[in-house]
């Protein structure tokens, strides 16, 4: 069983890498244009010219999944890193706030957790109207409610610990004592909890362009590409799959990363 996890960690991280390379330099995997329509080329099986096939307008759908993990791997990796910094200033702040403030900022905060992630985006996005940044904003509401019940809970537990203690008896100022002892320990445990959200926004950033709240056509986008292969799955289902599957892989190897991280953080087995 190790040397299984072993090889399904080495394999998380090969994808993620890929995903990664993908997003920062497409040209260097997919030189072909995403954009580039061909008529006479529409809806071609996978072959070599095409290992992915082409849409219903041409297009290289191999370019455009390659070229469309920028902005499915960029709306992800932006909310979950504002949903971390907003979740440590909101969630430290409770934990070192007195009674009244705690309660008032975790009421707030059950409130929003009572909904899914999905759900409340899906209503900041219908509220601020679709496209590529409001789907990052209401990613990142909907994922902040998580990252602000960590921070107060590692908040809590370390402003009693023996160094914090120690380093108050000695006459360091409150700030300080939070930037040198608390912070530090507490963005650790958020970085664990970030790397598995990092999934779950990407899916969620995919589902909405998937509804037509996201980039538009012709942008090169997984969940938007999705979207456009549903209707003739049966005639040309390459144009749906390998959207499909570069979302669910990108998904189940941060996923699976994440949770390798926290096992290990925790002390346990990964």
């Known amino acids: 069983m190790r040397l299984l996890r072993r090889m399904l960690l080495a394999l998380a991280v090969l994808v993620l890498a890929a995903v990664v390379i993908a997003a920062l330099a497409p040209g260097l995997l997919a030189p072909a244009d995403p954009l580039q329509t061909q008529v006479r080329d529409a809806l071609l099986p996978p072959g070599p010219g095409h290992p992915f096939g082409t849409d219903q307008s041409g297009r290289d759908v191999y ?46 905060n059950d409130v929003l957790m009572a909904f899914p992630e999905f759900l409340l985006a899906l209503v900041v996005v219908a509220i601020l109207g679709p496209g590529t940044a409001n789907v990052a904003i209401g990613v990142t509401l909907a994922a902040i409610p998580v990252y602000v019940r960590l921070a107060r809970a590692q908040t809590q537990v370390l402003r009693r610990a023996e160094h914090v203690e120690a380093a108050r008896i000695l006459g360091v100022g409150p700030f300080t ?75 189940l190897a941060a996923t699976f990363l994440g949770r390798t991280l926290r096992a290990r953080a925790e002390g346990r087995r990964a």
Do not use: C, K, Y
């Open 63 to 108: 370019a455009r999944v390659v070229h469309g993990a920028g902005r499915s791997l960029g709306i992800g990796v932006l909310a979950t890193g504002l949903a971390l910094v907003v979740g440590l200033l909101v969630g430290s702040l409770a934990g070192v706030s007195p009674r009244p403030v705690d309660a008032a900022l975790m009421r707030t």
């Open 177 to 251: 004592v939070f930037r040198r002892h608390v912070a530090p320990g507490v963005l650790g445990a958020l970085s664990v909890l970030a790397t598995i959200g990092l999934g779950s926004s990407i899916l969620a950033a995919a589902g909405l362009s998937f509804l037509g709240l996201g980039p538009t056509e012709p942008s090169p986008e997984w969940g938007l590409m999705l979207a456009g292969g549903r209707n003739v799955l049966g005639q040309a289902w390459w144009i749906a799959v390998f959207p499909g599957l570069a979302i669910t892989l990108t998904v």
